[in-house]
């Protein structure tokens, strides 16, 4: 059964499959720091679940934007537990450069 949830889980990670759109998962507080040695995004932000719904758990795709609303980059978090009204510190890895990001989509990719 595990296996299935996983399974599962990967498929809809990589599908890009939606969910929930980021009017329910508000972000604020976003920090983006760049290493150019490592060649990698660090993100931190705080997330608010406004969905309606509680989740055991929850795997959230921030999509970041340039001025020209171009796709710049990706991140995924996953939080466990992640009641209705709650808000979350999320950290996140991308290996893009997103030091020059002005809009930040939230999207709901999984949940259990």
């Given at each position: 059964m595990k296996k299935l949830f996983l399974s599962l889980f990967i498929v809809l990670l990589f599908c890009g499959c939606v969910l929930a759109a980021d009017d329910n998962f508000p972000l604020k507080d976003i920090s983006v720091d760049y290493n150019s040695l490592s060649k990698?995004?660090?993100?931190?932000?705080?997330?608010?679940?406004?969905s309606g719904e509680s989740y055991t758990s929850a795997s959230l795709k921030l999509s970041f934007?340039?001025?020209?609303?171009?796709?710049?980059?990706?991140a995924n978090v996953h939080i466990k537990d992640f009641a209705e009204n709650s808000t979350a510190a999320v950290k996140a890895m991308s290996v893009n450069n997103l030091t020059d990001w002005k809009t930040c989509k939230v999207e709901l990719v999984s949940n259990f």
């Open positions: 990698t995004s660090r993100i931190e932000a705080e997330v608010t679940n406004n934007y340039d001025a020209e609303d171009m796709i710049i980059g990706t």
